[in-house]
């Protein structure tokens, strides 16, 4: 079981900037990608971006150019550098862990950390 603690979320003006933080903790060594999705009011969670353990990156159309994912293995944390923020990202924030046992995958969720942008 992979357990994930999310930080960094809050209110911020159009054009500025936030990092969101998720750790992870429990079994780790069977994790093969992080990533971070977000859900808005009266929609669907929609993925924002992820990072594979090989360190390949995928990035939601929306946010490419203005978001970065970077992991840090010595700490088990996972990044969401979140630049020129707009109105439209505004939403709650979800860290995912996506886990192989056995031949079996599994999903793992933080608590979810909101983000709103202000105009």
């Known amino acids: 079981q992979v357990r994930l603690v999310e930080s960094g979320g809050g209110l911020v003006q159009v054009g500025g900037s936030l990092r969101l933080s998720c750790a992870a903790s429990?079994?780790?060594?069977?994790?093969?990608?992080m990533g971070w999705y977000r859900q808005a009011p009266g929609k669907q969670r929609e993925l924002v971006a992820v990072v594979t353990s090989s360190n390949s990156t995928n990035y939601a159309d929306s946010v490419k150019g203005r978001f970065t994912i970077s992991r840090d293995n010595a700490k088990n944390t996972v990044y969401l550098q979140m630049n020129n923020l707009k109105p439209e990202d505004t939403a709650v924030y979800y860290c995912?862990?996506?886990?192989?046992?056995?031949?079996?995958?599994?999903?793992?969720w933080g608590q979810g950390t909101q983000v709103t942008v202000s105009s």
């Open positions: 995912n862990a996506a886990s192989v046992v056995a031949g079996v995958p599994y999903d793992s």
């Open positions: 429990g079994s780790i060594f069977s994790i093969i990608a």
